[in-house]
DNA sequence: TGATGTGGTGAATATGTATTCATAGAATGA
DNA sequence: TCATTCTATGAATACATATTCACCACATCA
């Protein structure tokens, strides 16, 4: 027993955690919470249905797990790009582009986290990691453009509403895209995003290079 | 029995019907489908479950007409105006605005219809009536902003990437604000987004008034 | 080797709820 | 008045499924 390494018998049982987890995500994401049982997600991942309770106390709280660990990550490749320190048009490009990857590495999860943000997240506890990603992304673009605006390198504009158009148009693109996943399409599509709100907010015209 | 003229029996029995309606609408748009129980529908409307029975076959067929009912009142708002046969500035103008009356005249659907936007609508068939008018009014917003490009009265964009972002964007708008109506900040905020929208298309550049 | 602990198990339990159906009562008409 | 029809009803049924728990298999180690 070791502070910093664990033993086999810690790493398995920290392995089939993954595995249950991993089952349940790709159930709930394709069949939503109500339609998926605790008895699909032990079958698929190949355990008893007793064993899901040793490391969830209850369906509900496995799926917040799942949504916890999945915002956790899109947040943390967001989040750095929003507060990093480059101009304005660069974070708000970058922050566009990082979706090819998010959504590359998360299929999977980007079809549960996207089909939630219609819900009603205000009311459901079980989403809450989501509204506070959601609502932390929004005033961050927010800020950006309105930093852009106080530099004159963006047009006037209402940043609230810019903000919203920017975060719900890469949102529901990710959602589309995660359906049939091609990176290159992906790329593409993000690209013409970005170069439309490039368009709209710079002073300058870019080249619009329709493809 | 008039062929015209409804009996006072077959008006209450529409009635009848309408009330369950309402009930179902209000207790699913706040609660989701699998959170209400034909119970919870039958105790609001104060008929019995087995009446529910008597005008619907299933609790999704049920579901299935309120979704058909809104949908529809909706589509017959919105698709004459992307049809009619003013300039595009106009239609686009118009669509946008439009929405004023319709988020104060469904709030109860409004947030049924627009929280449902993001599940896998293509999957789910108790859906497929706002997988419909979402795909119809997506290409009709793209044709208009292509007829406005080739008359050159728009900028060089992205067509289909515009009639996303605009169709999310609104969407988006209507379902933050059925959660608070107040139509005057519904307006203010509609007002802007065709603001944003206009300006990122049009080549002459149209006032931005920061309100 | 036997004692102890750990993770795993799935049948049994408890609960919720969609749907049915035999029945009641009101309206209609002969 | 009696028979017929229509609507409404809610207890009973059937089923699904979240959760529990007594028990198993195996590893660890005294």
Redesign the pocket.
């Known amino acids: 027993m070791n502070k910093t390494k664990l033993s ?3 790493k ?2 920290l392995r ?1 955690r993954e595995e249950i987890l991993e089952a349940a995500l790709i159930l709930f994401s394709s069949k939503g919470f ?7 997600i ?1 079958s698929d991942s ?6 899901l ?3 969830f106390e ?3 709280q496995l799926f917040v797990e799942l949504m916890k660990a999945g915002i956790e990550k899109i947040g943390q490749l967001l989040i750095p790009i929003l507060d990093s320190n480059q101009e304005e048009e660069g974070k708000l490009s970058e922050f566009i582009l990082a979706h090819v990857d998010i959504i590359e590495s998360n299929i999977e999860f980007i079809k549960l986290y996207v089909s939630q943000y219609g819900m009603s997240t205000s009311a459901n506890p079980m989403l809450k990691n989501i509204s506070v990603l959601k609502t932390t992304v929004a005033s961050k673009l927010e800020s950006i453009i309105k930093a852009g605006m106080r530099k004159q390198i963006f047009r006037r504009v209402h940043p609230e509403i810019v903000a919203l158009s920017l975060r719900v148009t890469v949102e529901a693109f990710s959602l589309e895209s995660s359906e049939h996943f091609d990176k290159v399409k992906v790329k593409e599509g993000l690209l013409k995003i970005e170069n439309f709100f490039l368009n709209a907010l710079l002073k300058k015209e870019t080249d619009t290079k329709i493809i």
């Open positions: 086999r018998k810690e398995d049982k089939h109500h339609t998926v049982s605790m008895q699909d032990a190949e355990f008893g249905v007793g064993t309770y040793n490391f209850s369906k509900e």
